[in-house]
């Protein structure tokens, strides 16, 4: 069974940081596609970044270009969102998401992903 848990979210202030974590299981780590997703109240879910294991480079939303970085650790079957220079309108829960067997290079769409973590809560105070 695919399994995915985010970690990481948190209170912080506006111009700090957080690291965020998707912890991976029930399938081999080498060969998938994870997105990042975020949903603000009353807001559509937005696609924030996506990383593919075997080509590509990763992409990022124009809103987070050059203040997040998304990166795995395949020896731990998990993927991080970096997010620095936090504004309050990142504000949202934080899904990952995956896919098995695809490259996905550009704006992660939710309905190309199959597997989806909890969430965690991102709080971005002014």
């Known amino acids: 069974e695919v399994q995915l848990v985010e970690s990481g979210g948190g209170l912080v202030q506006a111009g700090g940081s957080l690291r965020l974590s998707c912890a991976a299981s029930?399938?081999?780590?080498?060969?998938?596609?994870i997105g990042w997703f975020r949903q603000a109240p009353g807001k559509e879910r937005e696609g924030v970044s996506c990383i593919s294991s075997s080509e590509g480079s990763p992409y990022y939303a124009d809103s987070v270009k050059g203040r997040f970085t998304i990166s795995s650790d395949n020896a731990k079957n998990t993927v991080y969102l970096q997010m620095n220079s936090l504004k309050p309108e990142d504000t949202a829960v934080y899904y990952c998401a995956a896919v098995l067997g695809v490259v996905i290079t550009t704006a992660p769409k939710a309905e190309e992903y199959d597997y989806w973590g909890q969430g965690t809560q991102v709080t971005v105070s002014s």
């Open positions: 029930g399938f081999t780590f080498d060969d998938y596609a």
